[in-house]
């Protein structure tokens, strides 16, 4: 589901190279990042908004900065 009309768009955009799988962002924001199998990041590009503080919190909570958020205007062409 989109955001309503004049809300901002979340993107969510992880470098998976950068990326060691100290899973800090699956602690602190459990609902938008989780390791799987053998260090496997997942994660919603495209996360609702009324996640952005916990998604905030897991990017300053990455100790190699693997992870950005992009905020922006809805426009209709995000995913």
Known sequence: MKPASGTA?????VDLNRCQGYAQCCYAAPDAFAIRGH???????????????AIERAVQACPVRAISLQVGPDDGDAP
């Not at 768009?9 to 955009?13: D, I, K, M, Q, S």
């Open 39 to 53: 260090e496997i990041l997942f994660y919603d590009p495209a996360p609702p908004a009324d996640r952005r503080d």
């Open 9 to 13: 768009a979340l993107r969510v955009v």
